[in-house]
């Protein structure tokens, strides 16, 4: 069965990280790369950052940039993101998401191969 579990979620001040993980079973985690995307009431997916199967390519939303990190463990077929200098607007359900490639700017409202439950971010002012 093919699963993708986000965790890591939580109530923080602005200003303040977060490191949420990704754990993924049930697929050849070296075939997929693995990304991210924010859900907020009434909208549409957010992609947010997204590593390639390899990890040599990571990409980001233009928001996001200088304050987001992701990377990807192999061993533990479990994909992170570092989330520094919070802001309100980052608030959201964060899911993850596997896909062969990373979507075309970060577009992860078409088909996705998995994504999972999310975790629930809040940053308050």
């Known amino acids: 069965e093919v699963q993708l579990q986000a965790s890591g979620g939580g109530l923080v001040q602005a200003g303040g990280s977060l490191r949420l993980s990704c754990a993924t079973s049930?697929?050849?985690?070296?075939?997929?790369?693995i990304g991210w995307f924010r859900r907020a009431p009434g909208k549409e997916r957010e992609g947010l950052s997204c590593i390639s199967s390899s990890g040599s390519t990571t990409d980001y939303k233009e928001s996001v940039k200088g304050r987001f990190t992701i990377s990807r463990d192999k061993a533990k077929n479990t994909v992170y993101l570092q989330m520094d200098s919070l802001k309100p607007d980052d608030t959201g359900v964060y899911h993850c998401?596997?896909?062969?490639?990373?979507?075309?700017?970060?577009?992860?409202?078409?088909?996705?191969?998995?994504w999972g439950q999310g975790t629930q971010v809040t940053v308050s002012s």
């Open positions: 998401a596997a896909t062969r490639l990373c979507p075309y700017e970060l577009d992860y409202n078409g088909a996705l191969d998995a």
């Open positions: 049930g697929f050849t985690f070296d075939d997929y790369a």
